[in-house]
């Protein structure tokens, strides 16, 4: 595993694995073209939060395969379109975007997520105003509500609103009407063939493609049930090499993680047994011990409770070794041992690969803390420089 040359020389950093990235794409189309070879199944990956928390520019050259991008606001979809993305863009929550924003030309090819009638009566406005004042290349995906239930249509809302959808296809406003799921509980097997049945129930006979595999249907799904899961698939989590399937890591599943959180360490001392380190006396030394300290904490994202549980790689060799103590603003210790042998400037590696390839899985820290991968991902924040491998 390669650390770039750029890393600070002082301060936390985070590396972002680019190959990881295009890898991750490539294992979900593998998986595809083997449940479905004759038939193309398009993915959209999904880019929210800044990538989950990836950041942008790192990610999206590494998604060049993939069909789209699924995005949360109109901004973020600008800012793709200046990184120069040009095939369909999907704006997952457009409830509350005005009509005469999507009509900017300069979004490209936009597909709408429609949540609420009322966004049905902005595109019905649209279709009223003249031909060169209309957007041109405008798609919409229904949202059913589903178990979810909290954006979307419920099933006896959903037909009519689909009709008043087609009607805006059949006018020649939106290029195509497709139906939208997005799973409450696809990681358990048994609550995603419930929920999947329930949406095909409710899209019945109705034209349309769908879309309604997430990662977790997606890698948990058997081969023979990938298929059902719609002509547009919308991944995230799985891209950058999480799981989202509890008990298991993404390297398990053939994944590989596209994140590695580290710092350097700035002082390591000597502790007596019963000396303590840290606020409120959290770590009192049980023997003599060597304590390491880096300038990393909950300022950049790192969860404070992590020190209860968790454990952190260090040094060369990536050693795994648990905190000492509570994580602070911006530091946090390591209980090192008594034959430590690491030194100040030794890389520490919170999750993600350390420098010789030893893996502490992100999925494993967020256990540690009673989170999610996707949430640590998204925690971290902007005093956290981003840099590409
Ligand atoms: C975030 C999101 C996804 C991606 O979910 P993952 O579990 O990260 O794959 C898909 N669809 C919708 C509607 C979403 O909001």
Aim: proline share 7%.
């Amino acid at each position: 595993m390669t650390i770039p040359t750029s890393i600070p020389s002082t301060g936390p950093w985070a590396v972002i694995h680019r190959n990881a990235i295009s890898h991750n794409l490539s294992w979900l189309r593998q998986r595809l073209y083997h449940c479905s070879p004759g038939a193309p199944v398009r993915v959209w990956a999904v880019v929210k939060a800044d990538a989950y928390g990836h950041g942008l520019t790192h990610t999206v050259p590494a998604l060049q395969q993939a069909d789209g991008l699924g995005v949360t606001t109109p901004d973020d979809v600008r800012r793709l379109r200046r990184q120069g993305w040009q095939k369909p863009i999907l704006l997952l929550s457009a409830s509350g975007v005005r009509a005469e924003e999507i009509c900017d030309p300069s979004l490209g090819e936009l597909h709408l997520v429609i949540d609420e009638p009322s966004q049905l009566d902005q595109l019905e406005r649209l279709a009223r105003l003249p031909e060169s004042r209309r957007p041109t290349r405008l798609n919409t995906w229904l949202r059913y509500a589903g178990r979810l239930g909290n954006l979307g249509f419920d099933v006896t809302e959903y037909a009519p609103a689909f009709e008043r959808l087609l009607a805006l296809k059949t006018k020649g406003l939106v290029v195509e009407a497709g139906h939208l799921h997005h799973y409450a509980g696809a990681e358990d097997a048994d609550a995603l063939r419930a929920e999947r049945n329930e949406f095909a129930t409710v899209v019945g006979r109705l034209p349309g493609p769908f879309s309604t595999g997430n990662s977790a249907a997606l890698c948990g799904s058997l081969p023979e049930t990938l298929r059902q899961e719609g002509h547009w698939l919308r991944c995230g989590l799985m891209l950058y090499g999480a799981s989202a399937l509890p008990g298991t890591t993404g390297a398990q599943l053939g994944l590989r993680p596209a994140m590695s959180v580290h710092a350097r360490l700035v002082a390591v001392r000597y502790l007596k047994a019963g000396q303590n380190v840290g606020y409120g006396d959290t770590f009192q030394a049980q023997r003599d011990t060597w304590v390491g300290t880096a300038c990393i904490g909950y300022s950049h994202g790192v969860p404070r409770q992590l020190w209860e549980q968790g454990h952190a790689l260090v040094g060369p060799s990536g050693r795994p070794v648990p905190y000492a103590g509570r994580v602070a603003m911006d530091c946090l210790s390591l209980d090192l041992g008594p034959n430590a042998c690491e030194q100040v400037g030794d890389i520490v590696t919170l999750w993600g690969h350390a420098p010789n390839g030893a893996a502490l899985p992100v999925e494993t820290v967020a256990a540690s803390c009673s989170t999610i991968a996707a949430e640590l991902f998204t925690g971290l924040t902007s005093r956290l420089p981003l840099i590409s491998a």
